[in-house]
């Protein structure tokens, strides 16, 4: 030897290799879900715009013995306000699946006016499966009712689902008229929590895909 040093340079190993980039896919991965996950939360909210004269309130699980604990929520939240809103009309959003015994519109309607509605305020929109459905058919049934679809409304949902409501029905009617949203609390923490990695996924889905029904 000349007595020059010698440097060997270290490359990384396979295993290294392989755990940088499973790490920057989960990082990517964590990017692309918070995006969509901060427009869920910062949906989460009472909106109140103009002078709403419809409401409608969206479906969801129907249990044997009556609306699930979600959608309670949802029903207690609009008649909160109906109760200080005479005048606005309601329509019930949410067809029946397989495993309800009737529609959730149905069941919205009972529970309504079990708790003092007038169940002439009310008009059901039964068919829907999806949320998208939900606001197509609910064009349907306020075209056949000869309600202006452009008219000023107030969406109810749980407060998780409002921001995919809100991006549906302007992509559907249009930004003529004011939207309000209710957003109805979720009284059951694991299925909240559960929503909170559902929805994101969701809203994604449907910016991309839910165009017609």
Not at 120 to 134: G, K, P, V
Request: glycine share 8%; hydrophobic share 40%.
């Amino acid at each position: 030897m000349n007595g020059s040093a010698v440097y060997h340079s270290k490359r990384p190993s396979k295993g290294n290799r392989l755990l940088r980039v499973l790490l920057a896919l989960i990082l990517a991965g964590a990017i692309c879900f918070l995006i969509p996950f901060s427009a869920v939360l910062l949906g989460s909210r009472d909106v109140l715009n103009g002078d709403p004269q419809v409401m409608v309130i969206f479906g969801c699980q129907v249990m044997p013995w009556g609306p699930s604990i979600l959608l309670q929520d949802r029903l207690d939240t609009a008649l909160d306000y109906l109760e200080d809103h005479p005048e606005v009309q309601v329509i019930v959003s949410g067809g029946q699946g397989p495993d309800e015994h009737i529609s959730e519109a149905q069941c919205m309607v009972e529970y309504l006016t079990a708790h003092g509605l007038d169940e002439e305020r009310i008009l059901q929109e039964d068919r829907s499966l999806n949320t998208n459905q939900n606001i197509h058919y609910t064009l349907d049934l306020m075209e056949q009712q000869g309600m202006d679809p452009h008219q000023d409304v107030i969406l109810v949902s749980n407060g998780f689902h409002l921001t995919r409501i809100t991006m549906l029905w302007q992509r559907v009617f249009g930004e003529e008229g004011d939207i309000s949203t209710l957003a109805a609390p979720s009284s059951h923490f694991p299925t909240m929590l559960a929503m909170h990695v559902r929805e994101p996924l969701a809203l994604v889905k449907s910016f991309f895909l839910d165009w017609d029904v």
